[in-house]
């Protein structure tokens, strides 16, 4: 439902490919970054009050981080890699384009766990008065203090904020918001526009299908046609077979049906949403080399980009999957609790202006939060939570300086992004042919295609010049 190359989520796939519970939503968030062991880095943990917006709560917990010196010269900053809705794994660091700036920089690097996610869980479940302290305000306040406390403690450099999708939100406006604390920010795919709904999401997605190949989006129109061909005629038996689904779909059911297309068009945004140059041409090719017969490779090309792995399309599952108010490998329950409450962020499939059609509403979606938090989650409550994020922090219309914004022009979340600069002190760099944040998740080579070596030259560059100014 939300981002995520937003995620190298077919590691996770590889892993969990035998799990029957694994479903659409589970493929919108894994580890932003490919992850391998690393010995550059020590964990470190540092206390923090659970309430960082209450001084009468004493109760309080412990936030995991990572930290290296490997690259750190006396006098240079400090980067401070923000984790989002993921586990943080410092290999991240050394393996992408921010290992390889930590070191143009001479950076003293550190990755900062996001509150409720992999090992910082400030409290043992995560019942409803528990999640209620997984709010971005809190998640400000946790790093504010942390820079403030390692300040305390000598490291009075100048501090950099770098974030990827969600943790790029977050960098932008903790640099808004503490400028004091923070000389500057990398942000990447930052959706900064808090909204509802991004149905522009298919869009982006069939608008880069089509500038791969003009026939490529044909084979998933005809496809997802076909599809609906067999619900109509009840094919349960076919559409299981095809799909390689969990169950035998149920389509009586309209949520599971609803559930199915989402499922499937997910799985080809997802394709756009993680592309590396080249690999778009692939699918495509695989697409038209079928499409004599279009469903079946609509659903070849879907299972392929998957690992096969067997996805549950049993709505009331999912449900019942995240209503658990325990830990689990899943984030889900956390990320989606954030996205009812105060961003947003769906991705209908409702605009008739992509390859699958008006298939699955927004409502279909936003049932999510009544189903698995509660009636009180509704449409209003969270249309006031992205009003109120809006209002703080500016929406595409931020007031902040010496922030670096990179939009990939194929990101299918880029609507909800910058398409200019703010400032010639906060520039947008729109990467030709970048996906979701995939300029700083993979490493710089040297045959990257122009525009991608052009962006990260870029970010070097400005941030250098941004340390050499004293305040």
């Given at each position: ?11 996770l796939?590889?892993k969990?490919?035998?799990c ?6 589970d ?10 062991e690393?010995?550059?880095?020590e964990?470190?943990?540092i206390?923090?009050?659970?309430d960082q917006?209450n001084?009468f ?5 412990q936030?995991?981080?990572f930290?290296s010196n490997?690259n750190y010269?006396?006098g240079?900053?400090?980067?401070l890699?923000l984790?989002?809705e993921w586990?943080?794994?410092?290999s991240v660091i050394e393996?992408g ?6 070191a143009?920089l001479s950076?003293?690097t550190i990755?900062l766990e996001?509150?409720f ?5 400030p409290?043992?479940d ?7 302290y997984?709010t971005l305000?809190?998640?400000f306040?946790?790093?504010?203090v942390f ?6 403690q ?6 950099i904020?770098v974030g ?5 939100v ?5 640099r808004a918001r503490y400028?004091h604390?923070y ?10 526009l808090a909204?509802?709904?991004?149905p ?5 997605m ?8 003009p026939?490529?989006?044909?084979v998933i129109q005809?496809g ?10 009840g094919?349960s038996a076919?559409?299981?077979?095809l799909?390689?689904l ?5 389509l009586?059911e ?5 559930l199915?297309?989402y499922t499937v068009?997910q ?12 690999t778009l041409e692939?699918?495509?090719?695989a697409?038209i080399a079928?499409q004599?017969?279009?469903l079946?490779t609509?659903?070849?090309?879907y299972?392929?980009?998957?690992n096969?792995?067997s996805?549950?399309v049993d709505?009331s599952?999912?449900v ?8 689990t ?10 996205a009812c409450?105060e961003?947003?962020w769906?991705?209908?499939v409702?605009?008739p202006n992509?390859?699958?059609g008006p298939i699955?509403p927004l409502f ?6 009544t189903s698995v938090?509660g009636?009180?989650?509704t ?6 939570g992205?009003?109120r994020?809006n209002m703080?922090?500016g929406?595409?219309?931020?007031e902040?300086t010496r922030?670096i914004?990179?939009v990939?022009?194929i990101?299918?979340?880029n609507p909800a992004m910058?398409s200019?600069d703010?400032?010639?002190d906060a520039?947008?760099v ?12 993979n490493p ?5 295609p122009?525009s991608?070596?052009?962006a990260?030259?870029k970010?070097?560059?400005?941030l250098?010049?941004?340390l050499?100014?004293?305040?």
């Amino acid at each position: 439902m939300l981002r995520l190359k937003f995620v190298a989520i077919f590691l996770l796939l590889a892993k969990l490919s035998t799990c029957h519970d694994l479903n659409a939503f589970d493929l919108i968030h894994g580890d932003l970054f490919e992850s391998h062991e690393s010995r550059a880095f020590e964990e470190k943990f540092i206390t923090q009050k659970l309430d960082q917006l209450n001084i009468f709560d004493d109760r309080t917990w412990q936030q995991r981080y990572f930290s290296s010196n490997q690259n750190y010269t006396s006098g240079s900053p400090i980067l401070l890699v923000l984790g989002g809705e993921w586990e943080a794994r410092p290999s991240v660091i050394e393996n992408g384009f921010l290992g390889q700036l930590a070191a143009n920089l001479s950076a003293y690097t550190i990755y900062l766990e996001h509150r409720f996610y992999g090992q910082s869980r400030p409290l043992p479940d995560l019942t409803l008065e528990s999640l209620s302290y997984l709010t971005l305000e809190q998640a400000f306040e946790d790093t504010a203090v942390f820079v403030q406390t390692l300040k305390n403690q000598g490291f009075d450099g100048k501090w950099i904020l770098v974030g990827a999708s969600y943790s790029a939100v977050m960098a932008s406006w903790a640099r808004a918001r503490y400028p004091h604390l923070y000389h500057a920010a990398y942000a990447s795919g930052a959706t900064v526009l808090a909204v509802i709904d991004i149905p522009e999401y298919f869009e982006v997605m069939g608008k880069a299908f089509e500038d791969t190949d003009p026939n490529c989006p044909l084979v998933i129109q005809t496809g997802m046609s076909q599809l609906k061909d067999l619900v109509q005629r009840g094919e349960s038996a076919t559409i299981t077979s095809l799909f390689n689904l969990a169950e035998p779909i149920n389509l009586f059911e309209p949520d599971d049906v609803y559930l199915l297309y989402y499922t499937v068009s997910q799985v080809y945004g997802l394709m756009v949403q993680g592309a590396d140059p080249g690999t778009l041409e692939a699918k495509c090719s695989a697409l038209i080399a079928g499409q004599d017969t279009p469903l079946q490779t609509f659903a070849q090309v879907y299972n392929d980009h998957i690992n096969n792995a067997s996805l549950s399309v049993d709505a009331s599952k999912v449900v019942e999957k995240y209503q658990n108010t325990n830990y689990t490998r899943s984030f889900i329950r956390q990320w989606m609790f954030q996205a009812c409450t105060e961003f947003g962020w769906f991705n209908s499939v409702f605009s008739p202006n992509q390859p699958f059609g008006p298939i699955v509403p927004l409502f279909f979606l936003l049932k999510f939060c009544t189903s698995v938090y509660g009636p009180e989650f509704t449409s209003e409550r969270l249309d006031a939570g992205i009003e109120r994020t809006n209002m703080l922090y500016g929406g595409l219309n931020p007031e902040v300086t010496r922030v670096i914004y990179t939009v990939g022009s194929i990101d299918p979340f880029n609507p909800a992004m910058l398409s200019s600069d703010v400032s010639a002190d906060a520039p947008t760099v729109i990467i030709e042919g970048g996906s979701h944040c995939n300029d700083l998740t993979n490493p710089a080579k040297p045959d990257d295609p122009d525009s991608f070596i052009d962006a990260r030259t870029k970010v070097i560059e400005t941030l250098a010049a941004w340390l050499a100014v004293d305040v």
